[in-house]
């Protein structure tokens, strides 16, 4: 089963987590207690030093011994603890070309570069090497969940599941589905053996991790166009036999649209192609919908399914700017995707700072109060980061926040004090340079706009310490 065995521990000083789509709490002086099991027992105030932490073991009935003292983590000054981000939307087959991408589009960018690449896992000593990086990469980034496509082959796509397992990344594993319009040395033979091949990897992953702790299957059409309406339809089914989450692309890009339209011209929209087929609904996860329409949005809204925003890629391949202020403003659920490796970057941060991005080129389209509505903010940007991921994944209650009864899923985050001769004094403590005045608001803004890696020191998930910054 999942890997170490996790101690109780208490995390002790400065946390910063959203409560709710405006509100970004920051609260100092804070005592998270943390049982055997990874799950948030207690949150306390108040609570200046370790002592005065200890003093709420009895409560807890926690007792200490000399073999098995209680840890206890302290954020340092210009540190504190955040929710660990939650990826909604990645390709860990694809990691190794992120940034490879000139000047493409989406259908030329897959056959010129994503399908040859994806086809080449199905050797499994690279698709070993591809998925461990990948893995380590975005959890040095404080990704603590990710909703992962693997590739069709069944072996590497259990890899991932093994790998994730083993690292303690909470994981989605998907493998894809697609039986159409893909060269013929990438793709499944028909629907018959692409739901065949799918049930086969959501046995395996039920036989590593029973109770999906950490990892759990996700059924995975790629997108329409490489699906055919059979395939789609097997896929629904299932869905409603097995209850599992389901992941696909929609309406990214303005020629992937005209060839749903062309491939289903039954449907009048590319979600009524999902929907019609059993497979939008509250635990379908719909990545970029750039370009959808009212209607769409509507019913998306009617079925509860979630959408992972993707601004890096959707600059990256020039697919266009999603206006997820309107999203919003429906009530849809949505969260962020660093969709590797049409996005670039496997980081969140990055994620979360285009998306902050992209809502001003669009405010500049606009004017006056509709242009301020427009922007997003940066505490609203780090909700669609964590709390609102863990709800597009199905996660809410349970990781992207710090509540009891969540599960401690977090990352220390640990900024550069600047000096009196203002130099670099040699390490590298990474690109946020705190001067002292600001207040903790401008030092979350500084990290979002500044920050990498070499600010996050360490990363937990379910209480387990899975990446530690080497110094
Ligand atoms: N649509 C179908 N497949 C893909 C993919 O791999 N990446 C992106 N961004 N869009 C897709
Ligand atoms: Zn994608």
């Known amino acids: 089963m999942s890997g170490k065995a996790v101690e109780k521990a208490v995390y002790l000083g400065t946390f910063a987590h959203s409560k709710s789509l405006k509100e970004l709490e920051i609260a100092h002086d804070a005592a998270i207690f943390v049982d055997e099991s990874g799950k948030i027992v207690a949150v306390e105030r108040g609570v200046a030093d370790e002592a005065a932490a200890k003093s709420f073991f009895p409560k ?45 589009t989406l259908l030329d960018w897959l056959n010129t570069y994503t399908f040859p690449l994806e086809s080449s896992l199905s050797s499994l000593p690279t698709a070993h090497r591809v998925y461990a990086r990948v893995i380590a990469r975005t959890l040095s980034h404080g990704t603590t969940t990710a909703a992962y496509y693997a590739t069709i082959s069944v072996p590497a796509t259990n890899l991932l599941a093994d790998l994730c397992l083993a690292a303690g990344q909470r994981a989605l594993i998907g493998r894809c589905c697609m039986d159409s319009l893909a060269p013929d040395y990438y793709r499944d033979a028909g629907p018959e053996e692409s739901i065949a091949h799918t049930r ?24 329409a166009p490489s699906c055919s309406s059979q395939l789609l339809t097997g896929l629904g089914k299932l869905q409603k036999e097995t209850g599992l989450p389901v992941q696909t692309h929609i309406s990214e890009n303005k020629r992937e649209i005209d060839l749903v339209a062309e491939l289903f011209p039954q449907s009048k929209s590319y979600a009524e192609v999902y929907d019609s087929h059993g497979l939008l609904g509250p635990k379908t996860v719909l990545a970029h919908a750039v370009h959808i329409t009212d209607e769409e949005r509507a019913l998306i809204k009617e079925r509860g399914a979630g959408i992972s925003h993707c601004p890096v ?50 405010a500049m389209g606009e004017g006056g109060e509709e242009a301020e509505r427009r922007k997003l903010s940066v505490e609203e940007a780090l909700y669609l980061g964590t709390l609102g991921g863990a709800k597009v994944v199905g996660m809410e209650g349970r990781v992207g926040a710090f509540e009891v009864g969540m599960e401690w899923d977090a990352q220390l985050v640990g ?28 030092k979350l803004a500084k990290w979002v706009f500044n920050g990498d890696d070499r600010n996050t020191l360490a990363v937990w998930v379910r209480g387990r310490l899975v990446h530690e910054r080497r110094s």
């Open 415 to 442: 900024m550069e004090e600047v000096g009196l001769e203002g130099g670099f004094e040699g390490a590298d403590g990474g690109a946020v340079d705190i001067f002292g005045w600001e207040s903790w608001e401008n």
């Open 313 to 362: 890629s959707n600059a990256a391949l020039s697919s266009g700017m999603a206006a997820v202020r309107t999203w919003l403003d429906d009530g849809i659920n949505v969260g962020l995707g660093t969709d590797v490796s049409g996005g670039y970057s496997p980081s969140v941060l990055e994620a979360v700072r285009q998306a902050l991005m992209c809502s001003r080129n669009l």
């Open 60 to 104: 807890l009935n926690w007792t200490e011994s000399q073999e098995k003292p209680i840890q206890i983590i302290k954020s340092k000054e210009e540190q504190f603890f955040f929710p660990g981000f939650i990826d909604t939307h990645i390709h860990a087959s694809q990691y190794p070309n992120a940034g490879i991408f000139g000047k493409s």
């Open 200 to 223: 086969a990897t959501i046995a395996h992953i039920a036989s590593i991790d029973p109770t999906h702790a950490i990892v759990k299957p996700i059924i995975t059409p790629r997108f």
